[in-house]
């Protein structure tokens, strides 16, 4: 299995950006799918995931203004990140239920103040 991120990119204190985990090698429908993100000097975190029987979970930190959602038609699974914040500055990553151990490459958020 491979996952691609991409989506990032430069946008105002609260702005929005829809990221893209665009999964290679399996039915992303079928599996549970989460986002994490990792500021600098910082340890990665958990951000939200969507599975078929649980449904969406999000960290505290970004519920009410992040919605996790897939498009099986695209085999991806997308993040819409709303009301963005200085702090919500990081690299994004993805991964599946079918290799919890695959990471992809990640991209770049940057809000600025």
């Known amino acids: 299995v491979q996952v691609t991120e991409s989506g990032g990119g430069l946008v105002q204190t609260g702005g929005s950006l829809n990221l893209s985990c665009l999964a290679s090698?399996?039915?992303?429908?079928?599996?549970?799918v989460a986002w994490y993100r990792q500021a600098p000097g910082k340890q990665r975190e958990f951000i939200a995931v969507?599975?078929?029987?649980?449904?969406?979970n999000y960290a505290s930190s970004v519920k009410g203004r992040f919605t996790i959602f897939r498009d099986n038609a695209k085999n991806t699974v997308f993040l819409q990140m709303n009301s963005l914040k200085p702090e919500d500055t990081a690299v994004y990553y993805c991964?599946?239920?079918?290799?919890?151990?695959?990471w992809g490459q990640g991209t770049q958020v940057t809000v600025s103040s």
């Open positions: 969507i599975s078929g029987v649980a449904g969406e």
């Open positions: 991964k599946t239920g079918a290799d919890w151990n695959t």
């Open positions: 090698g399996i039915d992303v429908s079928t599996y549970t």
